[in-house]
Every structure is written in C-alpha cells, then in structure tokens.
C-alpha cells in the first residue's frame, strides 16, 4: 500500500467536494493536522475513518487503500467486515486505554507516598524506609511494565491491522 498514493486521492476526493481539510475534519471529528498527515501520506486513517471518508466521497473503502477509482464494487459482506473489524479496533484501543490508565493511576499514588513520606523526612526511619523502598520499586515497576506493555500491545494491533488489510485486498 501506497501511503503517497492514497494521500494524494483522498486530496483529490476532497478537491472534488470543494471542501477545505477544516471542513472535513470537522465533520469526521478530528483535527486539520489529521487531514493534513492523511492528505500528505505521513499517516493512515483508522479502519472507522476509512469508512466514513469511503462513505462521505461515495468511493468503496478498496479504492481508498487503493488510491484509485476501481469499477468493482464492493459486496455488503465485505463493508460488513470492515464495520467489524472498525468496531473491535475501537473496543480494543479502549480497552487497552483504560488498563493504561489504570496501572498510571497507581504508579501515581505510589509516587505521592513516597513524596509524601520523604518530605516529613521519614525515609531514613523503620518502617518508613521500607514502604519508601516498596512504594519506589512499585512505582518503577509499574512504569516499566507500561511501556513494555504498550510497545508489545501496539505491534499486536499493528500486524492484525494488516494481516486484515490483505485479506480485505484479496476479497476485493
């Protein structure tokens, strides 16, 4: 897939409509700065954008990822899948938001105990130096699984997203 490619047709789409990248993005709900990546092949839109921008230009979702017009249209089953597949990305990225949210959160309250216990000078006193100690190991911990976790969970989905994607070529 031609990121420059499918940049270019959704300029050309939007060029077509007459419509600026503020008013498409205000219809799509996100920023200018998201059209401006999309338009310039820097980024891809989200499986829900692709079908909302495929929808609005009256294009199949094929020809967006294409960056071309095609005579062959797409089958309900096929749009129906990419409805699917939008819906469980966005569950997923959810999901996953909240658990990050979490395990933050609770890094967080450690990082006050600490702060907490070290600025009444009690972190050189027993027991103080131990909850001092476990609170900052926790703290660490924590941070480091989250970024462990979000590198691997984000590689996950970004190897779905395209083994979905050439699937979806193939049906097309």
Sequence with gaps: MDQQKVGRFLKKLRSEKSITQAELAEKLGVSNRSISRWENGATMPDFDYLIQLAK?????????????????????????????????????????????????????IGMVIYAGIDLLGLSEVEPYETIVSCALG??????????LYASRYLDKIR??????????????
């Design 56 to 108: 609005y230009f009256d294009v199949e979702v094929g020809e967006l990822l294409d960056g071309e017009r095609k005579e062959i249209c797409m089958d309900t089953k096929t749009e129906e899948l990419m409805l699917k597949v939008a819906d469980y990305n966005n569950t997923e990225r959810d999901s996953f938001s909240k658990r990050m949210c979490i395990m933050f959160i609770v890094a967080f």
């Design 138 to 147: 926790f703290v660490m911990g924590t941070l480091l699984v989250g970024v």
């Design 159 to 172: 190897a779905a997203k395209m083994r979905l994607l050439k699937k979806l070529r193939k049906t097309l």
